[in-house]
């Protein structure tokens, strides 16, 4: 994760409950306060054991709502219903935890080789009760079965083309990578198009996440997407 200097806010400062309905209660209002609930658990196991254990900088607490949390969840705008999504690199659980606490619709696998991860991640889905998640102790590479899943998510974990050679065997064809990136975005698509096509990969768009939820100041900037479909 990024880091900035460190700040005197906590975790919990800035998220208004109307920002929280609208990224955790839109797909299915009725069981919006559980979910919201889930959230919190999970900024405040972050913020906790998160830090003890070496799996966030404390100097990242100020930006896990903002950043972290809601700028995952917000890129649940680009999953189908139903969908069957890998987190590859999910370290913490980003943004594969916020996504499935948003759409219980989905499934969601956390792929993650780091032991130490791995057991922070069971910790924190027991602990919240998430009922659509589950991990996986496995570097992308080793990942079976192949060529499944509708989605495959990440963040912050490689340049896009070797993201791409992780990602795109794991889609089924017509299936779509989602790389959270930053403002590298452009760059790394053009410098990158010739290994995406030669992996199986159609053109790169860009989207931007959250925008329409961006009247709390809680988002610095919406979460920027690079989307590519399995074209074959
Ligand atoms: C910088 S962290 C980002 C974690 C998380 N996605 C986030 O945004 O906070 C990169 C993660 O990718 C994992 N990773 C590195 N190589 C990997 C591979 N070949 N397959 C799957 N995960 C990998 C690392 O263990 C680490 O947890």
Redesign the pocket.
């Known amino acids: 994760?990024n880091e900035e200097p460190e700040g005197s806010e906590s975790a919990e400062a800035n998220v208004s409950r109307e920002t929280l309905a609208s990224v955790f209660g839109a797909t299915d209002p009725q069981s919006a306060d559980e979910r919201i609930a889930q959230a919190e658990g999970y900024v405040g196991l972050l913020s906790t054991i998160g830090i003890e254990r070496g799996i966030i900088g404390p100097r990242e607490v100020p930006r896990l709502w903002g950043r972290h949390v809601l700028g995952s969840a917000v890129v649940e705008e680009l999953i189908p219903g139903e969908s069957d999504v890998i987190d590859?690199?999910?370290?913490?659980g980003?943004?594969g935890i916020p996504l499935a606490i948003a759409r219980p619709d989905i499934w969601v696998t956390l792929?993650?080789?780091?032991q130490r991860?791995v057991d922070f991640l069971d910790e924190v889905i027991a602990a919240l009760g998430i009922r659509n998640v589950e991990v996986l102790r496995a570097?992308?590479?080793e990942v079976d079965p192949k060529g499944k899943a509708d989605i495959v998510v990440?963040?912050?974990?490689a340049p896009l083309g070797k993201l791409a050679g992780?990602c795109l065997p794991l889609a089924r064809v017509g299936g779509l990578m989602l790389a959270i990136k930053g403002q590298s975005a452009s760059e790394e698509i053009a410098r990158d198009a010739k290994t995406v096509r030669r992996l199986g990969g159609g053109p790169a768009n860009i989207s931007l996440c959250g925008e329409s939820k961006l009247s709390d100041p809680v988002f610095p900037v919406p979460a920027t997407v690079v989307a590519i479909e399995r074209v074959r």
């Open positions: 994760m590859v690199g999910t370290g913490g980003l943004p792929v993650e080789p780091m991860r570097r992308a590479e990440s963040r912050a974990v992780w």
